[in-house]
Each structure stands twice: as C-alpha cells, then as structure tokens.
C-alpha cells in the first residue's frame, strides 16, 4: 500500500474559506491536484492508495480527510471542482464534532478531527513513515517497503519540532532533487519511482 499525508497547514477546515481560497493565500487548489496526482491515472484509477490530508487552519480541530482509492465509488470526475466538493462535503460533515472523532463521508471518503501529530503516530504502526525533503537521500538510492507513507507540506513548512518527533517514530527524508516542487509533483515521481520497481 501507498499512503500519501498533506499536511495542508493553510487550509482552511470549513467549506466556504475553503472554496473561497482557491488561487488566493491559502493555495487550497493544492489539496485538489495532490489528490488527483494520487489517485487518478488514465482512464481509471489507482487501487493501491490511500490519501490523507490534514487541514489545520481551524477555530477547533484540524481535520484528517482519509481518501481509499479501492473504496470510493462515486467519484465524480477527477477535475479541481469535482475533488474540491469532496472535500467542502467532508468539511460540512465535520461540523459539530467533538476532538478525536471519526465520521464516515460516503464509501472511501472519512473525516476525523485528528492532528497531523496523532495521525502520523498511528500510521507509523502499520507504514514506514517518509519525510519529503530536498536535504533527505535521493530516492533512486533509498529502498522502500511494501506499506511506505509519504509526507508533505503545503507552501507553509513543516515545523522544526515535527521533524524530531518523526524522527522518534523512524522516518526517513527522502529527496527529490534540489528543485522545489510542488507536493502535487513529488507524488508524480514518487508513484513513477514505485511504478519502475514493482
Ligand atoms: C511547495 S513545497 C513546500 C515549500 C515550503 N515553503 C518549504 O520550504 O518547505 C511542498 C512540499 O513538497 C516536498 N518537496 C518539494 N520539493 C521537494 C524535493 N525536491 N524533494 C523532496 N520533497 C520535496 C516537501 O515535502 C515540501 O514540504
């Protein structure tokens, strides 16, 4: 299994400031392309993923958006607008709950008010954990196991403290190349990397 997490710090977690910030400071047009570069190949899709994306511009609790390829069945196009309106579906199922909780969306789709910290913890059990960073190893020379979770960022960079806790929990920087990408296109190559190995 692949798993990618976005951690998507900018991103608002109610639906409209969501909408609102596509192509503005947030970048939420971001969540939508990653998810795309996930999930979707042509003409069908990737059975073999699972995506996370963790909102964390909030008044209350980040959200975690769990996204699983093989079970989602109405998927509605694999345009911006389309995958925009999951995700404002998921959010608008959000409200009202309390810390911690989980809720089913529609087949393949949860949204739990999880923090991108709790959500690595628990992966780290079944995944070897990924950091996505142009100072790790290069990819071509890392070996990867069969159930590897990647992890990004969007344009806001992820904390000084969350790279010693994932430390702590094994994970590894692996690096692209010394140009800085785009979270949507680092999961292209990563899929092209995996893809050439199977
Ligand atoms: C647009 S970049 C984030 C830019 C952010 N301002 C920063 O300095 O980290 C989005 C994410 O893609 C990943 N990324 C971008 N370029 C990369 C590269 N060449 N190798 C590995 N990961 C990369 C990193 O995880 C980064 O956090």
Known sequence: MRAFV?????APTESQPLL?????DAHTEILAHTLMNAIFVAQSHREDVVV???????RDYSRTLCFTAAEMQDIGGFH???LLKK????????QGMGKEQRKQVEAGLTVETLSFERLVKQLAQDYTLYMMDRKGTPMREQHFSDNACFLLTDHIPMPKKTFNS???????????GPTMLFASQCVVLIHNELDLRD
């Open 6 to 10: 976005l951690r998507a710090r900018a």
């Open 20 to 24: 609102a910030g596509i192509g503005g």
């Open 52 to 58: 996370y994306l963790v909102l964390e511009s909030t």
């Open 80 to 82: 911006e607008q389309a």
């Open 87 to 94: 995700i404002a579906k998921a959010l608008d199922a959000s």
């Open 166 to 176: 994932l430390k702590r929990l094994g994970a590894e920087k692996i690096s692209l």
